[in-house]
């Protein structure tokens, strides 16, 4: 396999972007990580695109083609490929362009990832986000999503004395760390008590435990290691790139206080890349809920299996913490416009290698990883990032 | 790159199985193939599922977890990636399972491909395909997926003199190909006139002129070609996999009267493959509209631009003609699940370089290629196939 490095990343605010459409997303987050990797559009050999449910939110699939049209890159004819795993669709997209660099069929490649979710009504988004879980056996039977992260939460709570403050905690910390970038949907700090009284939506999550609806686009610009200086002083090498799948319905599993996809995409990431949790300086997890992040540190390795929520209360995951977990802020606080969220960090983390991550820079990282989740774990895909050589 | 062949393939019939769930067909396909290859499910390292539009069909999105899930292969945790490029979401999975193994990445791969089109209402259907084409510039304003057909029809009768009789003979052709495939969906022979006298859809496509709505779900085993031999006597070789994009709106095209991505995909088809046009013994094209064979034909290299549709009343693309064009029935006669179609076209090709395709067999067929469109051809991709070595 060829070894394939990041050479550009860009992405647009996340928030409610009334101005501006699904294509329009995604050109802007694309120009922007040509720009930054110095590469001109005719240069490029191949998009990927990681989007869960344009044909619902937009009533437009097929949408690999519209991004590289509205892209102008019709002209070249390039293929451009829609990928989707519900919330993991980003770095789905990450994986499959990683993949057609490494086989040696593309050089010059982009990776995007879009959603546009506030053209609907609040009660549709839940719907079409609950389409990532198993409609025959759950949401048919008006399970939500957050309804199914909230049994996990329940019983990671019973089996391990995990903490209403714990689940704050993280809140907190994210919303700490978002208020740091410029890009995130909530740049302003919480306090504990602030999601304590927060509206329940299914106990014990309240409404800041959740993630945010959010329309936003992300991209990145991949080559060969090889051809990346002719680009970049500081290529970002992608070392690891591991997915796993699990039942799609939470019933069907042995335990749901762990993400057993997460468990097995771990085990494969580090072998790949020949390192150990503990080498990681800095990670983006999923984190559509409180509950979500506790559960990816202890399943990524990082703490032992009950004790993510005491370690997110003691500060173990902040800046300054034993490893930092979601400088952008996470979905939590960065925001979560579904098929962009995966590649959106990488692009944090490609900011944290190149040591360009400003006020939320973790000092001297050298090795950086990303956990994004589908469904309720059904789908898992880690990436394992390293300065390139 | 390393070389890739398919080793099985299994497929359900295509029609309207109400009988059968999405999650059953994918089943029911996957495991034909495994059997047809001999290879046992624990030996799977990754699955690849072509499906255009569930969430809207099924309101399930994330269907390749789903599709592993149900195999019984979330007990091994296998990654499985879903991809959608409308129409050519078949084939992009096709794509996508060869660059997996070309890379490396995996050695057992199954790709399936399946749609679930008969549980909402005609209307909804066709406001469902029509996602393919352009929301913003061409569905919202009226046109349909038959209208937009309608316009490219038109005009290359203009301009060519392509005629009602030309385009009958294609629907004749293929009903008479499907009547020899015992899971076509349609193994009834048309005559011209039945063509001619069946209901407008949009003039001057007709009734007769369209491929059908379809439930159906398609699956091929694939492996390194080094590794073939393990498991078949009679390994077939993916010599080429090429993809092009184009305009999603008609009106941005240079010419309506020819798909310049299928032109493109073609050019770096034959290329990689190393052949010409007059080399391909047998082609699947994509006859979602009998116009849309004929300027596949054309566009393919296969017959002069204009000349298609006279190449095919004179029965030149038949079973006995210059070119086997369709000789599972294609998407008119075969039937057209969306997500399913570019794995089917895979399966009738392996079907006939094997020599097994009974009576539709064609003669000592060594090369064969599948070309399969997306939306009005903003996405087509090429497989060309050869008898592994």
């Known amino acids: 396999?060829?070894?394939?490095?990041?050479?550009?990343?860009?992405?647009?605010e996340f928030g409610e972007l009334w101005d501006l459409s699904f294509r329009d997303m995604g050109i802007l987050a694309g120009f922007e990580a040509l720009h930054d990797a110095n590469v001109t559009s005719e240069k490029i050999d191949a998009m990927f695109v990681g989007n869960m449910s344009a044909g619902r939110f937009i009533d437009q699939e097929h949408v690999g083609a519209l991004i590289a049209d509205y892209a102008g890159l019709a002209k070249?004819?390039?293929?451009?490929?829609?990928?989707?795993?519900?919330?993991?669709?980003?770095?789905?997209?990450?994986?499959?362009g990683f993949l057609s660099i490494a086989s040696g069929m593309h050089d010059i490649v982009v990776v995007g990832g879009a959603e546009k979710m506030t053209d609907v009504g609040d009660d549709e988004v839940m719907n079409i986000q609950s389409a990532a879980a198993d409609q025959e056996w759950e949401t048919v039977f008006g399970a939500t999503y957050p309804s199914l992260f909230?049994?996990?939460?329940?019983?990671?709570?019973?089996?391990?004395?995990?903490?209403?403050?714990?689940?704050?905690?993280?809140?907190?910390?994210?919303?700490k760390h978002g208020s740091l970038n410029p890009k995130a949907q909530f740049k302003r700090e919480i306090r504990p008590e602030d999601v304590e009284r927060s509206p329940p939506v299914s106990l014990p999550i309240r409404t800041l435990d959740c993630a945010p609806i959010s329309d936003g686009a992300a991209a990145v610009v991949m080559c060969p290691?090889?051809?990346a200086k002719n680009f970049t002083d500081r290529p970002i090498e992608i070392i690891a790139s591991a997915q796993a799948s699990d039942t799609l319905a939470l019933?069907?599993?042995?335990?749901?206080?762990?993400m057993a996809a997460t468990r097995v995409a771990?085990?494969?990431?580090?072998?790949?890349?020949?390192?150990?949790?503990?080498?990681?300086?800095?990670?983006?997890?999923?984190?559509?809920?409180?509950i979500t992040e506790i559960m990816a540190i202890e399943d990524l390795g990082f703490f032992e299996k009950g004790h993510g929520g005491r370690a997110s209360l003691e500060g173990k995951t902040g800046l300054q913490g034993e490893i930092a977990v979601n400088t952008s802020g996470g979905l939590k606080s960065r925001g979560d416009p579904?098929?962009?969220?995966?590649?959106?960090?990488?692009?944090?983390?490609?900011?944290?290698?190149?040591?360009?991550a400003d006020k939320r820079q973790v000092p001297d990282a050298k090795i950086g990883l990303a956990q994004n989740v589908g469904g309720t774990g059904a789908t898992v895909i880690i990436h394992v990032l390293g300065v390139g050589r």
Chains 1, 2 share one sequence.
């Open 1 to 12: 396999m060829r070894r394939v490095a990041i050479i550009g990343t860009g992405m647009t």
């Open 225 to 227: 290691l090889d051809m």
């Open 150 to 175: 909230a049994l996990m939460a329940h019983r990671h709570m019973h089996e391990y004395g995990t903490t209403r403050e714990m689940m704050s905690s993280v809140a907190v910390k994210n919303h």
């Open 251 to 258: 019933n069907q599993r042995k335990s749901i206080t762990e």
């Open 76 to 96: 070249t004819h390039i293929p451009s490929t829609r990928v989707e795993a519900g919330g993991a669709s980003g770095s789905l997209a990450i994986r499959q």
């Open 266 to 290: 771990a085990k494969r990431a580090y072998e790949m890349a020949k390192i150990q949790p503990k080498d990681v300086d800095v990670a983006e997890v999923h984190d559509n809920f409180t």
């Open 338 to 356: 579904i098929g962009a969220t995966g590649v959106a960090q990488i692009v944090e983390l490609v900011q944290q290698l190149r040591g360009k």
